[in-house]
């Protein structure tokens, strides 16, 4: 069974940086490829930006491209989210996900594992 714990989350201020993980344990890591995703109060699930196994080959929303990046260690069984310039649009539970063989990135139903989520708040 695999299972994703995302940690990282918090409280910060229009501008400010926060840098998410996850860590993945339960199977081979790097046979996954990686997402995030977000949800923001009363609002659908959103995909933000998601990651290949080998790492080369990333996609990001149009809302947080250059400001976001994804990356992940496949030493360490986790898969990061560098989050700069934060907005209070920003605001929401994100979700790490896991899946093989994705074909559209962007899509939700494409993942099979999920993790709890993590707040991240924005004040303006």
């Known amino acids: 069974q695999v299972q994703l714990v995302e940690s990282g989350g918090g409280l910060v201020q229009a501008g400010d940086s926060l840098m998410l993980s996850c860590v993945v344990s339960?199977?081979?890591?790097?046979?996954?490829?990686m997402a995030w995703f977000r949800q923001a109060p009363g609002k659908d699930r959103e995909f933000v930006a998601a990651?290949?196994?080998?790492?080369?080959?990333?996609h990001y929303a149009d809302s947080v491209k250059g400001r976001f990046t994804i990356s992940r260690d496949n030493a360490k069984n986790t898969v990061y989210l560098q989050m700069n310039n934060l907005e209070p649009e920003d605001t929401a539970v994100f979700y790490c996900?896991?899946?093989?063989?994705?074909?559209?990135?962007?899509?939700?139903?494409?993942?099979?594992?999920w993790g709890q989520g993590t707040q991240v708040t924005v004040s303006s």
């Open positions: 339960g199977r081979t890591f790097r046979r996954y490829e």
């Open positions: 990651i290949n196994w080998t790492g080369d080959n990333t």
């Open positions: 996900a896991a899946g093989i063989a994705i074909v559209v990135a962007s899509s939700a139903v494409e993942y099979d594992y």
